[in-house]
């Protein structure tokens, strides 16, 4: 997993695929862009603030803004694969490991350390 503290473009990038990255970069250039920094009125300018890094640091944040609210709704679908509950037994301390239960239903199971 890459640092945002030691990200750099090259290393993002290369996590990436290189047309759908440059094509977000390019994009959020284009929308979060201020015209008294930089002034991007076609594809040469365009293509020079990508290579320049232009607003790289906030690109960098968006994406893990953006990242962390698709793992939060992942999370927040999670159901207990024996009642369809919501899996809320974050820590299992099952034996041995069993699915990511409710904590109604680990309580049930005998091996269950709770």
């Known amino acids: 997993m890459l640092s945002v503290v030691n990200i750099t473009f090259s290393k993002l990038q290369a996590q990436c695929g290189q047309g759908d990255f440059d094509a977000e970069y390019a994009e959020f250039i284009m929308e979060h862009g201020d015209n008294s920094e930089r002034t991007i009125c076609d594809d040469d300018t365009l293509i020079n603030a990508l290579e320049d890094g232009y607003l790289f640091e906030e690109f960098v944040d968006h994406l893990w803004h953006t990242m962390f609210k698709a ?44």
């Open 71 to 114: 793992v939060a709704a992942v999370a927040a679908d999670l159901k207990c694969p024996q009642c369809g509950g919501e899996a809320d037994n974050g820590l299992d301390k099952c034996i041995p490991q069993g699915a990511y239960m409710c904590t109604k239903c680990c309580n049930k199971e005998d091996k269950c350390l709770l």
